[in-house]
């Protein structure tokens, strides 16, 4: 194969790769993190480095959400200068937003993101910001 054809595959390839990525918003939430939806309840399954979230009703295909990862990246929000430029987290989703005991700082998002998943992508005094996921 060319070099030139091998070149131009590849950014078709990452091309795509950027297609698949969905657009929606993301909440926070914070402590008492317990896992009802997910897990039967085992906390176990957090990931240690607090980064997850808990899955709004879009993507928690019946409970199939759970443990699936997500990169997200923050890409807007109502107040200038909400998002962090060039960061993109990597999350697991432990629980449903709908019913999480904790409540998330907004309704009806794609995801709720833990305080410190939120924190490294955005300014934490945002409630909801527009986000680009995809899961990995
Ligand atoms: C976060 O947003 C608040 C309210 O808009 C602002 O006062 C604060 O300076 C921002 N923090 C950072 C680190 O940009």
């Not at 957090?46 to 959400?65: H, L, Q, T, V, Y």
């Not at 107040?79 to 629980?95: E, F, H, L, R, W």
Request: net charge neutral; hydrophobic share 45%.
């Amino acid at each position: 194969m060319s070099k030139a054809l091998c070149i131009f595959q590849c950014l078709l390839l990452m091309l795509i790769h950027s297609c698949v990525a969905d657009v929606g918003t993301a909440a926070h939430y914070g402590p008492p993190f317990l896992p009802t939806a997910c897990f039967g309840g085992d906390a176990s399954q957090f990931p240690s480095s607090n980064m997850f979230g808990s899955a709004g009703e879009g993507i928690w295909d019946n409970g199939a959400a759970c443990g699936r990862e997500y990169e997200v990246r923050c890409i807007s929000a109502a107040a200038p200068k909400t998002c962090i430029p060039g960061q993109t987290i990597q999350i697991k989703i432990v629980d449903r937003a709908e019913t999480s005991v904790s409540r998330p700082s907004a309704r009806a998002a794609s995801m709720v993101l833990s305080t410190t998943a939120f924190r490294a992508i955005a300014n934490a005094s945002a409630s909801l910001i527009n986000i680009e996921f995809q899961q990995v």
